[in-house]
């Protein structure tokens, strides 16, 4: 079977279980009732930072353990925030008309990872509720449930209840205590707008630069036994895996595959035409990328520059080995 037949059912797989978790947390954290949170109250506590419980360090021990063995998979299945992502990426793909994507690398915001998480933690020691209530995406996300559409919720119920008596055909139970801070429902809106439209233009780029859960779990997944790998024999630089990649974590000039930022959407592996890239514990790729071997204060920009354009020309099938056929004139000779 091809590998991308393969990949296509674990990809299917990995979305099944994105939504039936936030799913079962959306409904848990909105109902009322406290039903859902009886039946499968439990699930907070595979969060890595639950909402209203206290912090599991075997939860924590749990997903680096299995981040160092198979990557960010609490990103791509787990993380509720995470899935909201993938929903809001989806609809501005397809106003794009680019459902496959329309993603390019980009290099990672080292810094800002590291600012992120050093603010969240001293927010944490000194008891700052606030900032981490707005970067943690449990906390965000819940937030999000319970303030802004919980309140709906209760007051559509309560429509419905209301035809219920008028006409007869119904008994649904009326809530009460339906009220909220405003100032709550504001900041819920506002982060979760935020992270929203981010995703909408760029995929998970809150996850790669501000997330102080993405950040950890990235340190560990740097290093995963099972990773992105690309077989630089089989590729023919056709970009396509590169514009799938909602993390923009691909590299075609060196044929890697950030796995720090790597949120093993698995959206690479479905979309590749000549069954070059994998998800697997073994290498085919340099282990260090070949630019990165090289002193950069040795070589000037314009050299490494050249050097590119040269190797991506150089190489049938890729974009720019087709977009320097386009632009050449009639009368000129390509070498
Ligand atoms: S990086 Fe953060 S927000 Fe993104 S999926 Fe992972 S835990 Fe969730
Ligand atoms: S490298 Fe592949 S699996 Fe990882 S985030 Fe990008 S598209 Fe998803
Ligand atoms: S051939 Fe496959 S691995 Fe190479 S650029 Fe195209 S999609 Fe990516």
Redesign the pocket.
């Known amino acids: 079977m091809p590998y991308i037949k393969r990949y296509q059912a674990l990809k299917k797989s990995r979305v099944a279980v994105s939504a039936v978790v936030t799913a079962m947390l959306t409904l848990m954290w909105v109902e009322f009732s406290d039903m859902l949170l009886c039946a499968y109250g439990w699930i907070e506590r595979w969060l890595v930072i639950p909402v209203g419980i206290s912090i599991s360090l075997i939860t924590i021990a749990f997903w680096i353990a299995f981040t160092s063995l198979f990557?960010?998979i609490y990103c791509?299945s787990i993380c509720p925030l995470g899935t909201f992502q993938d929903i809001a990426a989806g609809l501005g793909r397809a106003s794009r008309r680019r459902p496959q994507?329309d993603?390019r690398y980009s290099r990672p915001l080292n810094s800002l990872r590291y600012i992120s998480l050093a603010i969240t933690a001293i927010c944490w020691i000194m008891s700052i509720a606030i900032v981490p209530a707005l970067i943690e995406p449990d906390h965000m996300y819940s937030a999000f449930i319970i303030n802004a559409v919980k309140p709906v919720w209760g007051h559509l119920n309560n429509v419905i209840a209301r035809i219920g008596v008028a006409t007869g055909w119904w008994s649904v139970t009326y809530v009460a205590g339906i009220s909220v801070s405003a100032l709550a429902v504001a900041l819920s809106a506002v982060s979760m707008l935020t992270v929203g439209t981010l995703a909408w233009f760029n995929?998970?780029t809150f996850c790669n630069t501000v997330c102080p859960v993405g950040t950890i779990l990235g340190c560990v997944s740097r290093q995963a036994l099972w990773r992105?790998d690309i077989d630089t024999d089989l590729c023919i630089n056709c970009g396509k895996?590169e514009e799938?990649?909602?993390?923009?974590?691909?590299d075609l000039r060196d044929h890697v595959?950030?796995?720090s930022?790597?949120?093993?959407?698995?959206?690479?592996?479905t979309v590749c035409p000549n069954d070059a890239?994998f998800?697997r514990p073994t290498r085919k790729q340099l282990s260090l990328p070949m630019m990165q071997r090289i002193d950069a204060s040795k070589i000037g920009a314009t050299t490494q520059a050249a050097t590119d354009a040269e190797y991506r020309c150089s190489v049938p099938g890729s974009r720019q080995h087709k977009s320097s056929y386009n632009t050449t004139q009639p009368d000129e000779t390509i070498s």
């Open positions: 990557g960010r791509s994507g993603y995929g998970r992105i895996c799938a990649c909602k993390a923009s974590c691909i595959a950030d796995s930022r790597c949120v093993n959407c698995f959206n690479c592996l890239i998800y």
